[in-house]
């Protein structure tokens, strides 16, 4: 197309995905151009720059393995990094690999259509540019679409507006204010200890209570990079091949039912005191067997009431209408403590929805509640949002959007039936959110390496799921799902929380293992339930 600007791939975004796919083509001799809205590269860490924002898989395990200088010379510095941290990673992943002279910042992908005749994408940017490439790698991100819910008088509030997945990067002064926090999922969870050790007072709105463990950071000892360092090939092979989650813990050999109360109780209150995720690692039927799970539910529920010293209070933080773990499990660092300060208000909005915002505040159950500030910790239209957001044409003029109508449907959460030459990073139908997200994104990328080496090799100019495969995998997607005890949340992973959102179980919940090998097999077998098609063989046809 002349005129117009061409690469072998274009990859929308830069985050951990962006990056690590540009250095893997970069490595095969095609050329790619990332396009990346946000100002700077890092993607989730770029975004959310919220008070208390930290990883909650261990930083030695959340960061990539695809180079062992780069394992080996960057050193953490906590437990679970700060936000902070793991921005400067990201940068210098960037600088180390030589990657931001084909990373376009700043720059909006907003429609991409694909060409049939030339088996390309031809994609238009937000200043109207229009590109093109043969292969378009979606690196757009699970979490990366903030959600604010459409609250009447939402533009009325005189006062400042938050939301934490799109945090000013000069950081706030909450010093003196009166702030209302809406929401208690994860990144709440993170924030509200923070903002209330500076605010004059803070007022938190619950809909839905959280199960959150304690994080327990610290700063890392010699002791314990040492231990990494030394055997990062064996832990991780382990994160990769043995991990259903991809984080490097013991794995459980009995079911929480198989031992006796005064078992259980010690070793719930072993990992309690450890903190961390793989508290839900206890035992190995926890996310399967509502029984099972109760010990757990309970154990927490338990705890939460030993913290928080207004029985009322307590009662209001203590989960009860979905079991633990089925909604991602939150870490934190003293947020059942932040709710005995005097300075610190929780209010349900379970029983009495937020009616509307108003100049001086929000009004709830009738009250009006006054702030200067509102922070919206309310989540992302996940795994789809970031993707909705663009104009996907496939073939005949097909909308992406259209197409997931009900849902989202992909072959290995990796393409789509009638969307050729797209690849998706951690899509809906992969393990993606509920994993180190790492561990599947280095999986993503490499198989999509591959299989762009192996279309190279062969000619081959055209790569499609079939529509029988995709109907398969959808449908093994949802029958696991529902093994579990998953889809009894109300939760993100079910699109729950945005209105008018299909309810699908939207990760595959398989395992990294499994899934890592269903992966490879398909690609041992000449990419089965894959149509791929010869520049000559379309030629001829037409
Ligand atoms: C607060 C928070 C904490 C998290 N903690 C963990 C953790 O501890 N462990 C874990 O495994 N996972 C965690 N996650 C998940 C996290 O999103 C992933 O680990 C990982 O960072 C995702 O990388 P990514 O590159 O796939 O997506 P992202 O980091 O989301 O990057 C996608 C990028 O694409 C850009 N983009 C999207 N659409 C367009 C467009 N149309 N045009 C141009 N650019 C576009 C976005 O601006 C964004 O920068 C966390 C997520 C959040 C929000």
């Known amino acids: 197309m002349p005129g117009i600007q061409s690469y072998d791939t274009i990859i929308v975004g830069a985050g951990f995905s962006g990056l690590y796919m540009l250095h893997r083509l970069r490595g095969l001799g095609m050329s790619a151009r990332v396009y990346e809205r946000g100002s700077g590269v890092g993607g989730t860490w770029y975004w959310n720059r919220y008070p208390g924002a930290r990883c909650d898989v261990e930083s030695v395990q959340y960061s990539y393995s695809f180079s062992d200088e780069l394992q080996r010379e960057w050193q953490w510095t906590e437990r679970y990094a700060g936000q902070a941290e793991i921005l400067r990673y990201a940068n210098h992943v960037a600088d180390r690999f030589d990657l931001r002279r084909d990373i376009e910042l700043n720059t909006n992908v907003v429609s991409a259509e694909f060409d049939e005749a030339e088996n390309r994408w031809a994609v238009t940017l937000g200043d109207g540019r229009q590109v093109s490439a043969q292969h378009l790698v979606m690196a757009v991100g699970c979490l990366s679409n903030a959600r604010v819910p459409d609250f009447p008088g939402l533009g009325s509030f005189r006062g400042r507006v938050y939301h934490t997945g799109e945090w000013p990067h000069e950081g706030v002064d909450f010093s003196g204010l009166r702030v209302g926090v809406v929401g208690t999922g994860s990144s709440a969870i993170q924030s509200i200890p923070v903002i209330a050790a ?36 064996e832990f991780r092979r382990r994160a990769r091949e043995e991990m259903r989650n991809g984080i490097v813990s013991e794995i459980p050999q009995n079911g929480a039912l198989d031992v006796s109360d005064a078992e259980r109780e010690a070793a719930y209150e072993f990992r309690w005191k450890r903190g961390g995720i793989p508290f839900m690692s206890t035992y190995n039927n926890l996310a399967l067997d509502k029984a099972a799970n109760d010990t757990a539910a309970e154990f927490v529920r338990r705890k939460i009431g030993e913290v928080v010293r207004n029985p009322a209070v307590a009662k209001l933080l203590q989960p009860t209408s979905y079991p633990i773990g089925t909604k ?88 789509v039936a009638d969307f050729p030459n797209m690849f998706l990073i951690t899509g809906p139908g992969s393990p993606s ?90 690609a041992a077998n000449g990419y089965r339930g894959f149509a791929l098609t010869r520049q000559q063989s379309i030629a001829a046809a037409e």
């Not at 199960?211 to 314990?224: G, H, M, V």
């Open 198 to 233: 500076e605010a004059k007072h803070v007022t938190v709105f619950q809909r839905t209570p959280n199960y959150s463990i304690p994080a327990r950071n610290y700063p890392l000892s010699d002791d314990e990079k040492r231990l990494w360092a030394e055997n990062f090939p």
């Open 328 to 415: 991602r499990i939150c870490l934190d660092s003293d947020y059942f403590e932040t709710f005995n300060r005097d300075n610190v208000t929780l209010v349900d909005v379970r029983h009495a929805p937020i009616e509307k915002i108003t100049p001086k505040g929000l009004v709830t159950g009738g009250k009006e509640y006054d702030f200067d500030a509102i922070v919206f910790a309310t989540g992302f239209d996940a795994m789809t949002g970031s993707f909705a957001k663009i104009d996907i044409h496939g073939r005949s003029g097909l909308m992406l959007k259209k197409k997931w109508e009900e849902g989202p449907k992909t072959y290995l959460g990796l393409m």
């Open 433 to 522: 959110v509920l994993s180190n997200m790492i561990v599947s994104i280095e999986q993503h990328v490499d198989w999509v390496a591959d299989c762009l080496a192996y279309l190279r090799r062969r000619d081959i100019a055209c790569v499609e799921a079939t529509r029988g495969a995709e109907d398969e995998w959808v449908a093994h997607v949802n029958e696991v799902a529902h093994t579990t005890l998953y889809p009894q949340a109300n939760s993100w992973y079910m699109g729950a929380n945005i209105p008018g959102k299909p309810r699908v179980f939207l990760p595959y919940i398989g395992g990294i293992p499994a899934y890592r090998a269903i992966c490879n097999d398909v």
